[in-house]
C-alpha cells in the first residue's frame, strides 16, 4: 500500500507562485511520479510527471503550464514537488499527486491511466 499526502495548496493572486509537495510512504513505488489537477466540471489533466532512473531522468509537462511549472523529486524524502509560478486564475483546481509501481515513458507520464496510486489532493486557488 503507498500513501501519498498532498500540501501546499492555497488562494494566491493571479502571478503569484506557490510550491505544492506530496510525501509518499508505505510500500516501495518507482521513481516515477505525476501531478494532476481537476477544476469543477472537468476531467482530471495531468499537468507534469517526472522519472527519476539510475541514470537519468524524463518529465513531461502539458503544454498549458510549460515555463511556468517545474516538477522536481526528492529521492532522499521520497518526496514530489511542483513549483508553479506566473499563476493564472485558470489553474485553479484541485491538484492531486499520483505515484506508480511502474516505470512509465515520457509520453504516458500525464496519462492518469499510467498510475495506481493518487493522493487526497490539495486545493490551488487563483484570484485575477
Known amino acids: 500500500q503507498v500513501q501519498l499526502v498532498e500540501s501546499g495548496g492555497g488562494s494566491v493572486q493571479a502571478g503569484g507562485s506557490l510550491r505544492l509537495s506530496c510525501a509518499a510512504s508505505?510500500?516501495?513505488?518507482?521513481?516515477?511520479m505525476g501531478w494532476f489537477r481537476q477544476a469543477p466540471g472537468k476531467e482530471r489533466e495531468g499537468v507534469a510527471g517526472?522519472?527519476?532512473?539510475?541514470?537519468?531522468?524524463?518529465?513531461n509537462y502539458a503544454d498549458s503550464v510549460k515555463g511556468r511549472f517545474t516538477i522536481s523529486h526528492d529521492n532522499t524524502q521520497n518526496t514530489l514537488y511542483l513549483q508553479i509560478n506566473s499563476l493564472k486564475p485558470e489553474d485553479t483546481a484541485m491538484y492531486y499527486c499520483?505515484?506508480?509501481?511502474?516505470?512509465?515513458?515520457?509520453?504516458?507520464?500525464?496519462?492518469?491511466?499510467?498510475?495506481?496510486?493518487w493522493g487526497q489532493g490539495t486545493q490551488v486557488t487563483v484570484s485575477s
Open positions: 499520483a505515484a506508480s509501481t511502474s516505470t512509465i515513458g515520457a509520453p504516458s507520464l500525464l496519462s492518469t491511466a499510467s498510475y495506481g496510486y
Open positions: 508505505g510500500h516501495a513505488v518507482s521513481s516515477c
Open positions: 517526472i522519472c527519476v532512473g539510475v541514470r537519468n531522468s524524463w518529465t
